[in-house]
């Protein structure tokens, strides 16, 4: 019998990928930039992928959901992030545009694994 893993996620998969993306562009900032948005951005999208990993780690269904719902705010959070990190000249158009669009797929993988783990799971 083959058991889902982490790593088996998308959601997981993208969201862990991501932030790791994102710690490499701010590790080269000045201290200002990095103190003020960047710490606050490496947070919200390390949470992304850390609220899916603890929610996959509970047991019961309702508890798994929530941490995953949690990552939406996480979610929500990192896009601000993003938009004023590109605002303040922090990052160019092309990290711009491929943290947002790695950033957009996850409400659709985060949905799709809720609807997995609501039909799965019995409790």
């Not at 790791?20 to 919200?44: E, H, P």
């Not at 047991?59 to 303040?88: C, H, M, P, V």
């Not at 922090?90 to 996850?106: A, F, G, H, T």
């Not at 659709?108 to 809720?114: Q, V």
Request: proline share 1%.
């Amino acid at each position: 019998m083959n058991y889902l893993k982490l790593n088996d996620l998308n959601s997981y998969k993208i969201a862990y990928n991501l932030s790791n993306y994102v710690w490499n562009v701010v590790i080269c900032w000045d201290y200002l930039a990095k103190d003020t948005v960047g710490k606050q951005w490496i947070r919200s999208v390390d949470s992304i992928s850390a609220n899916i990993a603890e929610g996959f780690g509970r047991f019961g269904k309702k508890d798994k959901i929530n941490f995953y719902r949690y990552s939406f705010g996480s979610l929500k959070e990192s896009q601000d992030w993003t938009l004023k990190a590109k605002a303040r000249s922090l990052i160019d158009e092309k990290q711009y545009q491929y943290i947002m669009n790695e950033l957009e797929k996850l409400p659709k993988e985060i949905n799709h694994l809720i609807k997995f783990t609501n039909e799965k799971l019995e409790k």
